[in-house]
Structures are given as structure tokens and as C-alpha cells.
């Protein structure tokens, strides 16, 4: 392995490891919620948690990257900080009070009439994470990765320790009736309602923490104002774009199928699974972090092409060893989700190899940043936005959240094969198709055979056998090409 590839694994864990350590921690109230609430309840949390990954994309419209755009070549980075900041407290404040005003109309049309300070509760999380946007991203720019790093922490700390407060301690003691003060800070009316105040108090904590960054001289420079939003708006679109295809799913569900006590069951299910598939979404997201500031760097660099196409080998590798670790031990892994949510778990597996397509997509998108056509990447993200909706709207109707993982499946393949035959067209990038291309094959196949072997010992001990003969082929085919730097 050369230098370089070196270099990136460790940076990778270096970036990563908060954002591992926070999802890690967060993920685990999902096996709270899902003992505590009833498959129909998990579902509004599940639904609500779409809307919202929606609507902090619109809210946020692309301002983050463009204050790391103009911050690192303006003469005054304070001055593109300042107005960032008014722009997104300005929107993020017409955001709230539009929300408030609409809430019960908006409440009632979702199917939760009684709850319309969901719609407020939500709506004040979406813009304080808006607002605290740039801080972070100034954080990030200054190269204060500790102070980023706890503030996330803590963030996810007090979000977890609320969750337990309310749904565990304080309605244990409301229902054994064994505090008589539990009624003045638990009414069990709200509900779900608890994980989005959990998450408002978390915010609210988090917006604190970065006063020092916020409280600086502000001023607002309108030519500037205006070309940052040039820069970033476009950003907007391929992020509703690649957005649609993440959870556009979760929000279909519900209005496909016809019966609504039995939608709701299905997306609290699918929701729940969605989550054990946590592995290989932490891995290729702690991977992006890293690596494209990586793939830039070494742009100009002699061999440029060969170290990337090194880069996805070992990445898939990665990636099907994270799916043989799910899916050879997947009697224990799904121990993670309560006992109602676990008819859904061979959705599972159709997720993994989604989101092993996702991540080869994104190691494949250096072609279009290298040569400045980013548009590509937007019509990529259109593209994809376009099949899931497509397959959703057809197989969901048939099979419920089965057609929803397979509309996820099948757009972000299409998306990796379309990438791939337009990028070697514009840099063409000598992957080893068949080598790397092994691994993607062997992962699912090595799964195959488990399920299909007599369960003459126990199953978790051929599957053991199974996961230490990959990792032996993985040593066999690669120690030599590590040791001597070759590929």
C-alpha cells in the first residue's frame, strides 16, 4: 500500500472517529425506541425524520459550502462569515414563523391533527441546525477539530440523555405512579413528541456552545450576499436530488398503501431496519469526509489516475467484508431492533449492497470535480431522484417496504454503472474492473452459501468459518501487491 493510500486510511479514522462515536451513540436509542413504541409509532418518527432531512437542505441552500468556497479566497473571510450568518438567521427565522402559522393545517393534512407542535418543534431543530451550519463549517476552516468534536458530543449527549429522562425514567414513574413532580415534566398525551424535543433541547444546547463563534462583528455585504448564493444555490438542487434518493422512500410508504394503520406499521419497520445497515453507511461516510480533500489534493500529482482506481479497490474490499460481518451474523445484529421490527430484516441485505453502490458512486464522482462538471453530478443525482421515485411509486403499491429497497437498490447501481461509462469518457481511470469487481461478487455469493450449508454444527460457527476464509482470500490476493507497492 502506497504512501498516499496510508495516509488516507488514517485520515479517514482521524475525521471519522467523531462522527463514527456520535452516530454509534445515537443509533443506539433505536433499540429504545423500538421496545418503547409500537411499529405504527416508530413510523411517524421515521416519516417526521424524512420530512426533515428534506426541508435542512432548503434551509440551509448550499450556504455551508458556499462560506468554505468564498471564505478561503475572499481578503476579508470574516466579512463572508458575517454575511452567511444574516442570511441564514433571516431565512431560518421566516422558516419558524411560517411553520407556526401553518402548523395546523399542516398537522391535520399528515394525519396527526392533535400533534400540531410537532410541525413547530421540528420546524425550530431544522432552523437552528441552519443557523449553526457555518459556526461549524468556520470551525472546521480554523482547524479546531476538538472544539467541533465535543460540541457534536455533547449535541448527541444531552439528545441521549433527554430520550432516557422522559421515555424511560419519567413515564416509568408516571405509569408505577411513584413521583408525584412527574406530571409537571411528563404528560404521556405527547408521546413520540418526546424525541423531537429531545432533539430541540439538543439544538438549543448546540446553537449555546457556538456563541463564540456566532457573537462576532457582523456586517452584511449585498454584492458578496449575492454571489455567494450564486455559487450555492445549484448546490440545492443536486442536494434535494441526491435527498430524494435517500428517503424519499420513507415518505411514499405512507401515502402507497391504501390502508393507514398498515402504512404506518411498514414504515416504522422499514425505518427500524434502515438502521441496522449502520455500518456500512458510517463507513462510507466517514470515508467522503476524508477523501475528497484527498482525491484534490493529489490532483497534480504524477499517477494521480492509478492511485485512485487503488483507492476504490481497497475501499470495496472494505465495504464487502463491513457486508459479510452484517450478514453472516445477522442473528445477533438484529438483536439491536426490538422483537415487532424484525419481520423486516431481509430488507437488510438489499440495503447493504445499496449503499456499497452509493459509495463506489461517490468514489467514482471525482471525475466530475476534477474537471470542473459538476453539473454531471447534479443530472447523476436527477437521475437517480428520477428511478427511485419511478420504482417507488410501482413497487410499493405490490410489495410495501420490500419495493422501497429495491427501488433504492436499483437507483443507486444505475447511478454507479452511469457514473462510471460517462467518467471514463471525460477521466478515464484504469479501475481494474475485474479484480475489484471480484470482491463485489464473492461478498453476496460467500452470504449465498451460508444460508444454503446444513446446519450440522451451528450456523454462527460455519459462519465464522466462512468470514475468516474471506479475510484469508482478501491476505492471499493482496499481501503481495500491499508489500511491494504494485497493483
Request: aromatic share 16%; proline share 3%.
Amino acid at each position: 500500500m502506497t504512501n498516499p493510500i496510508k495516509r488516507l486510511a488514517g485520515q479517514t479514522v482521524i475525521y471519522g472517529l467523531s462522527s463514527i462515536l456520535g452516530r454509534m451513540l445515537n443509533y443506539l436509542l433505536v433499540p429504545l425506541y423500538t421496545r418503547i413504541f409500537v411499529t405504527g409509532e416508530y413510523g411517524i418518527v421515521t416519516e417526521m425524520y424524512a420530512y426533515v432531512s428534506f426541508l435542512a437542505i432548503i434551509v440551509t441552500y448550499g450556504m455551508e459550502t458556499g462560506y468554505f468556497r468564498f471564505a478561503g479566497v475572499h481578503s476579508h473571510p470574516a466579512k463572508v462569515f458575517s454575511t452567511g450568518m444574516i442570511s441564514l438567521f433571516g431565512t431560518s427565522l421566516l422558516f419558524v414563523v411560517a411553520m407556526s402559522a401553518s402548523s395546523g393545517g399542516l398537522s391535520s393534512w399528515m394525519g396527526y391533527a392533535g400533534h400540531p407542535e410537532y410541525i413547530v418543534w421540528l420546524s425550530m431543530i431544522v432552523a437552528l441546525d441552519a443557523f449553526t451550519a457555518i459556526p461549524f463549517a468556520r470551525l472546521r476552516q480554523e482547524n479546531k477539530a476538538l472544539r467541533f468534536a465535543l460540541i457534536r458530543l455533547v449535541n448527541i449527549g444531552v439528545n441521549i440523555g433527554l430520550n432516557l429522562f422522559w421515555l424511560v425514567y419519567c413515564r416509568d414513574a408516571y405509569e408505577n405512579g411513584t413521583h408525584a413532580w412527574i406530571s409537571h415534566v411528563y404528560d404521556p398525551t405527547i408521546g413520540v413528541g418526546y424525541v423531537f424535543l429531545s432533539n430541540l433541547f439538543a439544538s438549543l444546547v448546540t446553537t449555546i456552545l457556538l456563541l463564540p463563534q456566532i457573537f462576532v462583528k457582523w456586517t452584511f455585504d449585498f454584492k458578496l450576499w449575492k454571489e455567494m448564493m450564486v455559487y450555492s444555490l445549484p448546490l440545492l438542487v443536486g442536494g434535494m436530488a441526491g435527498m430524494v434518493n435517500e428517503t424519499v422512500d420513507r415518505i411514499l410508504l405512507k401515502y402507497m398503501i391504501t390502508d393507514h394503520a398498515v402504512a404506518m406499521d411498514q414504515l416504522g419497520i422499514y425505518g427500524a431496519n434502515y438502521k441496522v445497515a449502520i455500518l456500512m453507511t458510517i463507513f462510507i461516510q466517514t470515508f467522503r469526509f476524508a477523501a475528497e480533500p484527498f482525491f484534490f489534493g493529489q490532483a497534480k500529482e504524477k499517477g494521480n489516475k492509478e492511485l485512485y482506481a487503488k483507492v476504490m479497490h481497497y475501499f470495496v474490499i472494505f465495504c464487502a467484508a463491513i457486508f459479510l460481518g452484517v450478514m453472516l451474523y445477522i442473528d445477533v445484529v438484529k438483536l439491536f431492533i426490538g422483537s415487532e421490527f424484525r419481520e423486516g430484516i431481509k430488507v437488510v441485505p438489499i440495503l447493504l449492497m445499496a449503499n456499497f453502490f452509493l459509495g463506489i458512486f461517490y468514489n467514482l464522482s471525482i471525475w466530475y470535480k476534477l474537471t470542473n462538471q459538476t453539473k454531471f453530478g447534479a443530472w447523476l443525482a436527477i437521475f437517480g431522484a428520477v428511478i427511485t421515485i419511478i420504482l417507488n411509486l410501482i413497487l410499493i403499491p405490490i410489495i410495501g417496504y420490500m419495493g422501497a429497497a429495491w427501488a433504492t437498490f436499483n437507483c443507486y447501481f444505475l447511478m454507479m454503472v452511469v457514473s462510471y461509462f460517462i467518467g471514463q469518457k471525460y477521466f478515464p481511470v484504469p479501475y481494474k474492473l475485474v479484480r475489484t469487481g471480484f470482491y463485489i461478487v464473492i461478498a453476496p455469493a460467500v452470504w449465498g452459501l451460508s444460508l444454503i450449508l446444513p446446519d450440522a454444527v451451528s450456523g454462527m460457527a460455519i459462519n465464522s468459518v466462512l468470514f475468516i476464509g474471506f479475510l484469508a482470500t482478501v491476505y492471499l490476493l493482496e499481501r503481495k501487491k500491499i508489500r511491494g507497492n504494485s497493483f
